[in-house]
């Protein structure tokens, strides 16, 4: 019997404020429920941190440079082949319900899917809009996360019971600008700790992390904080006035996402269908939450790039099992496939993650990620455009600097700069040690690596074009 599948996935919920990622700030007991039936992959990643490449990597298994959508103002091109539409052609019944973000239109908007209900662009937390199959929209009134999921549990009660399903459940939070619901907005009287690399000044990094505005202390907004800041407050008692409210706020959205998690797991016990359900759990990238001073996303180091994933199966994955091998987001419509016993199309990029799911050693496995950020020094966050590879001990970032005329980025360019990081010596990533000699051998690996990694995946190098004009 082929199992059905609920693809649950947040926006912008880091991993590292999920409890089975070892939390330090908040508890997820309904997500972590997913990991202690099933597993948790330790280390997986992004090939782009923003919300519509990601998701166009999702769908399609392919990276960003082959779907096209490389910036948050590239849209999708729906004629691509994506998993949900070959589900669909094998007799899976399928449906979306929640966040898309990847434009809208006849040539936009989802394809392959039975039912889809979406929330235009970022959508609203508030008595969201939702837009339907045949173009209408209408407002919904309530708090969205808990109406996507009435949503979703809506289609389920409505299927055909005598064939499988696969259920996308995409949230809008815990998004910018946070806005809790009422059951959850006295949540953390207390102040939440501050990361310990809050009051990072950047000087251990290239120039690119002190251009980008995304500081806490600085770049969030009026709406943002939902309050003015007290008079008489110094900058550093400011900055963590600051960080409280927006960490209390985002932390509150992701709880509303845990108990509508929550929600979805009980009605598949309820009606039987634990057993025979693929239940995932992730976000289109991670965040950054005071994490180097900053919030958002965008660049390459750690928090930014990892994604979490938990995963549960009964019938095949074991309880409460990890796997710390390098996995990317390039490779889930793959494992989704693979479980379904639908062949992947040829353009697919990634691997099925089964086997590792399983528990099996697989020999090839990949010992690097390719990551590409193409949005180079747009008008908000001014994070320049790079690419780099991270292997289990290092990682290295190549800032171009450069939007090649990509729709959403600047034309002025930037001297490009090199970062490596030693991920065992300096988890945190606060020094660079690009130029340190002590690091030749390995700059010239990873060097060789980044020049494979991108052979293999077809991409291209960024070639200079013009002088340097920033």
Known sequence: MRPN????????????????YGS???????IDRIAAGGALLENCFCTNSLCAPSRATILTGTYNHVNGVQTLSTEFDNRQLVFPELLRRAGYQTALVGKWHLGHGPEHDPRGFDYWEVVPGQGRYRDPVFIGMDGTEQVRPGYCTNIITDLAVDWLDQRDQQRPFCLLVHHKAPHRNWEPDDKHRDMYVDDVAVPGSFDDD????????????????????????????????????????TYQRYIKDYLRCVASVDDNVGRLLDYLDEHGLTDDTIVVYTSDQGFFLGDHGWYDK???YEESLRMPFLIRYPAEIPAGSTTGALAMNVEFAQTFLDYAGVPADGRMQGRSLRPLLRGEAVDDWRQSVYYRYWEHDDDEH????HYGVRTHD???VY?????????????????????LFDLRADPWEMRSVYDDPAYARIRTALTDELARVQRECGDTPWQPQAAVTG
Not at 5 to 18: L, Q, R
Not at 24 to 30: A, D, G, M
Not at 402 to 418: F, K
Request: hydrophobic share 45%; glycine share 6%.
């Open 298 to 300: 965008r660049f390459m």
């Open 382 to 385: 001014h994070v320049w455009a």
């Open 394 to 396: 290092h990682k290295l």
């Open 202 to 241: 950047h000087s251990g990094h290239a120039a690119a992390a002190r251009a980008a505005r995304m500081r806490v202390d600085r770049d969030l907004t009026a709406n943002d904080i939902k309050e003015m800041l007290p008079p008489h407050l110094d900058p550093d008692e400011a900055a963590l006035w």
């Open 24 to 30: 330090k700030i908040n508890e997820t007991p309904h």
């Open 5 to 20: 599948i609920v693809f649950i996935m947040a926006d912008d919920h880091a991993a590292h404020a999920v409890g089975a």
């Open 399 to 419: 800032y171009y600097a450069d939007g090649l005329g990509l729709p959403g980025t600047s034309a002025t360019a930037q001297e490009p700069e090199w970062e």
